[in-house]
T-cell receptor
Framework: QKEVEQDPGPLSVPEGAIVSLNCTYS??????FMWYRQYSRKGPELLMY????GNKEDGRFTAQVDKSSKYISLFIRDSQPSDSATYLC??????????FGTGTQLKVEL | GAVVSQHPSWVICKSGTSVKIECRSL??????MFWYRQFPKQSLMLMAT?????????EQGVEKDKFLINHASLTLSTLTVTSAHPEDSSFYIC??????????????FGEGSWLTVV
């Protein structure tokens, strides 16, 4: 079993839809949770960073962490074609090493 | 947000030659930098972790003599692929973690470098 599980998709939604992306994990030592967006042939771009459990909102993006369930989510409201990319969840404990999900490929269609 | 710059963005080299990729943190001091490799449609594979002024820590299965990492200053790390072969062709990405309030707990990625060995 992988430490971090993420559905690879692809996930296809119409423009304006609410997108829900999720990851589950097994390591209870993870404390820092991140979501990255990666466009084709580009490096990952940090979208959201959350420490421990709770919600965090930034514009159209909301990140949720439920440590009791070992489950994290990223919601994208009013999705746009420019949101089409691969979304990677990442997490770490007290050390430096990030553990990534496999990434979910999202396509927002006109 | 913090910016990490990689250079070159893409490079083509002949088999048997060496190629160097630079990773710079532009607006923060990066005490720790990471080098990843990514194959098409796959997630990032950590190759090594480097701390400024000390030797890099390589992940299992990564040849340290082939992938030379130097972290000479708090803003610069380099990855040198020595005696490159076509199977080394890949997307190489660096990331950096700073220290202090500004960027201490988050890790930022560079734009990546495409290496093609012919």
């Amino acid at each position: 079993q992988k430490e971090v599980e993420q559905d690879p998709g692809p996930l296809s939604v119409p423009e304006g839809a609410i997108v829900s992306l999720n990851c589950t994990y097994s390591n209870s030592a993870f404390q820092y949770f991140m979501w990255y967006r990666q466009y084709s042939r580009k490096g990952p771009e940090l979208l959201m960073y959350t420490y421990s459990s709770g919600n965090k909102e930034d514009g159209r993006f909301t990140a949720q962490v439920d440590k009791s369930s070992k489950y994290i989510s990223l919601f994208i409201r009013d999705s746009q074609p420019s949101d089409s990319a691969t979304y990677l969840c990442a997490m770490r404990g007290g050390g430096n090493k990030l553990t990534f999900g496999t990434g979910t490929q999202l396509k927002v269609e006109l | 947000g913090a910016v990490v710059s990689q250079h070159p963005s893409w490079v083509i080299c002949k088999s048997g030659t060496s190629v160097k990729i630079e990773c710079r943190s532009l607006d923060f001091q990066a005490t720790t930098m990471f080098w990843y490799r990514q194959f098409p449609k796959q997630s990032l594979m950590l190759m090594a972790t480097s701390n400024e002024g000390s030797k890099a820590t390589y992940e299992q299965g990564v040849e340290k003599d082939k992938f030379l990492i130097n972290h000479a200053s708090l803003t610069l790390s380099t990855l040198t692929v020595t005696s490159a072969h076509p199977e080394d062709s890949s997307f190489y990405i660096c990331s950096a973690r700073g220290s202090g309030v500004y960027s201490g707990n988050t890790i930022y990625f560079g734009e990546g470098s495409w290496l093609t060995v012919v």
